[in-house]
């Protein structure tokens, strides 16, 4: 898919890393259902179901198997909506394990049990006494970067504009003409967490937490 495009069909991989010639670096992405992506936004991935972590394991499942079974919290899935995503073990046993998710289906149950199809058999057995988290691909379903708390990990800045539900290119890193609070001079970085909606602000060593993900290289237009 060409860069500042956006496609109703994947056309690459979730993720998919691009390169141009000058060095700038994009990511294949997909917009959330609501709203399409402004040029010039910064953009995280979706924000994290505090429902889909720590969940309880359904059954024993030994080594080698490439289905598992989780207990929903209070939250439903939607149809693949951890495809390309993590499952990872947090409680031991099977602690460490990072395994690739290839497909689940929908689950309206809040508390249902949720099947995951997964990429590679596991390496440790995970009994009932195991918990997991759900992690997706940071790239399905990438939103708005939030005033003032960041609900997940900044993926980059929508170079075009791309509609609810679509596919397109985001930018990873090179120079980019991003949205920016305030009037950072040049050389100063910027980054989260922000005082408007899809902008970056000047890096303030002062908040705790601060997340600096870029340098000002021009100042025009602020």
């Known amino acids: 898919q060409p860069l500042y495009t956006s496609s109703a069909t994947a056309v690459h991989a979730l993720g998919e890393r691009l390169v141009t010639s000058d060095g700038?670096?994009?990511?294949?992405?997909?917009?959330?259902?609501?709203?399409?992506?402004?040029?010039?936004n910064f953009v995280q991935s979706p924000a994290q179901i505090a429902n889909h972590q720590n969940l309880a394991v359904t059954a024993t499942f030994a080594i080698g198997a490439t289905e598992i079974g989780v207990t929903l919290g209070g939250t439903a899935a939607t149809l693949n909506q951890y495809a390309g995503g993590q499952a990872v073990v947090t409680i031991t046993p099977g602690i460490g394990q990072a395994l690739n998710i290839i497909s689940n289906p929908a689950q309206a149950t809040t508390n249902g049990t949720l099947t995951l199809t997964l990429a590679e058999p596991l390496r440790v057995a995970v009994?009932?006494?195991?918990r997991i988290d759900l992690v997706p691909n940071p790239y399905n379903g990438v939103i708005q970067v939030p005033v003032t708390t960041l609900t997940g990990t900044v993926m980059g800045v929508a170079t075009y504009i791309?509609?609810?539900?679509?596919?397109?290119?985001?930018?990873?890193?090179?120079?980019?003409?991003?949205?920016?609070?305030?009037?950072?001079?040049?050389?100063?970085?910027?980054?989260?967490?922000t005082s408007a909606a899809g902008a970056a602000v000047i890096d303030d060593a002062a908040t705790a937490g601060f997340v600096t993900v870029g340098t000002m290289a021009s100042t025009g237009g602020n």
């Not at 009994?127 to 195991?130: D, K, L, W």
């Not at 991003?178 to 050389?187: C, D, K, M, N, S």
Request: glycine share 16%; proline share 8%; charged share 10%.
């Open 127 to 130: 009994p009932t006494t195991t």
């Open 24 to 40: 700038r670096v994009f990511r294949y992405a997909r917009c959330a259902t609501t709203p399409a992506l402004v040029a010039g």
């Open 162 to 193: 791309i509609a609810a539900a679509e596919y397109g290119w985001i930018q990873r890193s090179g120079l980019v003409g991003a949205l920016i609070a305030g009037t950072p001079a040049v050389g100063l970085g910027v980054g989260f967490p």
